[in-house]
T-cell receptor, first 115, second 113 residues
Framework: DTGVSQDPRHKITKRGQNVTFRCDPISEHNRLYWYRQTLGQGPEFLTYFQNEAQLEKSRLLSDRFSAERPKGSFSTLEIQRTEQGDSAMYLC?????????????FGEGSWLTVV | DAKTTQPPSMDCAEGRAANLPCNHSTISGNEYVYWYRQIHSQGPQYIIHGLKNNETNEMASLIITEDRKSSTLILPHATLRDTAVYYCIDTANSGGSNYKLTFGKGTLLTVNP
């Protein structure tokens, strides 16, 4: 499978704990994105990397959230001191810049439940 | 806020063509229209995108009006597995950014046997 890979697919954690999600983008895709989706809503943009540089962060990304892409390949999204409101599906996506638009491919998502 | 407008739901009979409309009245010259779909509990799946011309791939066809203010996604022979929420996205919603896709609520397409 050469798609975007996310791990773990499901995580249940207690409020106050830290969680980390990993994303492996499609090979040779230089752009990587994190989105969040809550029940009944469309995905919302969180942050974006071009290679290893984090170029934009949404105001949705509070100080408890941190994303890294240290070598321009895989990325991690860490949530510290989780709150019940963090319960959502966290989607990773990747793309390669071309001259005909920027087709973004999503992974299957990581479901987080904070209890 | 600039938004695309889609009907909240549509039904289609299996084997028939599904035509999903979208209005994107604020789109400008160099902004693309993207279509994604999301089957329950899965990540969004890219379908097709276009700028000015009509586009076709193995999944669907995209018809864009001459003024580019609206488009129609066509699934030529809908199957039960095409039941999903379909999102029409134009990059005008993201200030022209082609990486910060802004999803609305989409259209829930239900394909009936």
């Amino acid at each position: 499978d050469t798609g975007v890979s996310q791990d773990p697919r499901h995580k249940i954690t207690k409020r106050g704990q830290n969680v980390t999600f990993r994303c492996d983008p499609i090979s040779e895709h230089n752009r990587l994105y994190w989105y969040r989706q809550t029940l009944g809503q469309g995905p919302e943009f969180l942050t974006y990397f071009q290679n290893e540089a984090q170029l934009e962060k949404s105001r949705l990304l509070s100080d408890r959230f941190s994303a890294e892409r240290p070598k321009g390949s895989f990325s991690t999204l860490e949530i510290q001191r989780t709150e019940q409101g963090d319960s959502a599906m966290y989607l990773c996506a990747s793309s390669r810049t071309t001259g005909t638009g920027n087709t973004i491919y999503f992974g299957e998502g990581s479901w987080l439940t904070v209890v | 806020d600039a938004k695309t407008t889609q009907p909240p739901s549509m039904d289609c009979a299996e084997g028939r063509a599904a035509n999903l409309p979208c209005n994107h009245s604020t789109i400008s010259g160099n902004e693309y229209v993207y279509w994604y779909r999301q089957i329950h509990s899965q990540g969004p799946q890219y379908i097709i995108h276009g700028l000015k011309n009509n586009e076709t791939n193995e999944m669907a066809s995209l018809i864009i009006t001459e003024d580019r203010k609206s488009s129609t996604l066509i699934l030529p022979h809908a199957t039960l597995r095409d039941t999903a929420v379909y999102y029409c996205i134009d990059t005008a919603n993201s200030g022209g950014s082609n990486y910060k896709l802004t999803f609305g609520k989409g259209t829930l397409l239900t394909v009936n046997p």
